[in-house]
């Protein structure tokens, strides 16, 4: 699963590294200087109409009209069933989404002692923006903010499963532009997130300290490695 990741560029570096070119607001050249992003807080992310590429901050956390009350939003939704269920069925089609990131962190549990969990970081090689699939309940005419979103993940393998059976779909830059076209078919939509993600040898993780696990803290010490983890 993702359920906290950085997100610390300016707007512009991640359109830049996604190739979108710069998208209009005075705010595009201020970092976002998010190190520890929750659920349910406001997150920026990059959506697309007939008319452009949108920036749009809304909530981590989604759940259809129907849901309302039955369940706590998903902040997550699983590629193996995100096309074909009746819950993100709604968004799949005409809400999809980029949430630019730097990386994100998973807690890797103690075998002989489950209550103690050293934090990790994952980011791709050599520090490159992470542009993580996501649907949403974006924005219709005359709104300025979207519904809720979550985050695609799919299954780990290799090596990272050891931190975690799950992890974000993370799309480089020519497929998360693919990702966006409003007209995309969902077909072509679930073929590019479950076959053209960036595979997991494209990716470095280390241990950080477990101040992470407050999501009062931020700043950029989180993401600093450290040299005695507790497992």
């Known amino acids: 699963?993702?359920?906290?990741f950085t997100q610390y560029r300016t707007v512009d570096e991640y359109a830049k590294a996604l190739q979108l070119g710069l998208l209009e607001g005075d705010w595009s050249n201020e970092p976002l200087a998010r190190y520890n992003v929750a659920p349910q807080s406001r997150v920026l992310l990059l959506h697309q109409d007939d008319l452009g590429t949108h920036a749009t901050r809304t909530q981590w956390g989604y759940a259809p009209h129907w849901a309302d009350g039955k369940r706590p939003p998903a902040i997550n939704a699983r590629i193996e069933n995100a096309a074909t269920s009746r819950f993100w069925g709604a968004i799949w089609k005409?809400?999809?989404v980029i949430i630019p990131a730097d990386g994100w962190y998973e807690w890797k549990k103690d075998p002989d002692n489950p209550k103690v969990k050293q934090p990790y970081f994952i980011r791709l090689?050599?520090?490159a923006p992470a542009f993580f699939a996501g649907i949403a309940d974006v924005p219709r005419d005359g709104e300025?903010?979207?519904?809720?979103f979550a985050i695609i993940t799919a299954a780990s393998d290799q090596g990272m499963v050891d931190i975690h059976d799950r992890r974000p779909v993370v799309l480089p830059p020519d497929v998360a532009q693919e990702w966006l076209e409003p007209g995309l078919p969902p077909?072509?939509?679930?073929?590019?997130?479950?076959h053209h993600d960036c595979p997991v040898d494209e990716f470095e993780w280390f241990p950080v300290g477990k101040a992470v696990g407050n999501v009062k803290n931020q700043g950029?010490?989180?993401?600093?490695?450290?040299?005695?983890p507790l497992l």
């Open 1 to 4: 699963m993702c359920g906290r």
């Open 125 to 127: 090689k050599g520090g």
């Open 220 to 228: 950029p010490e989180l993401i600093e490695r450290i040299s005695d």
């Open 187 to 194: 077909e072509r939509a679930e073929d590019l997130a479950r």
């Open 94 to 96: 005409k809400g999809r």
């Open 144 to 148: 300025e903010d979207a519904g809720g």
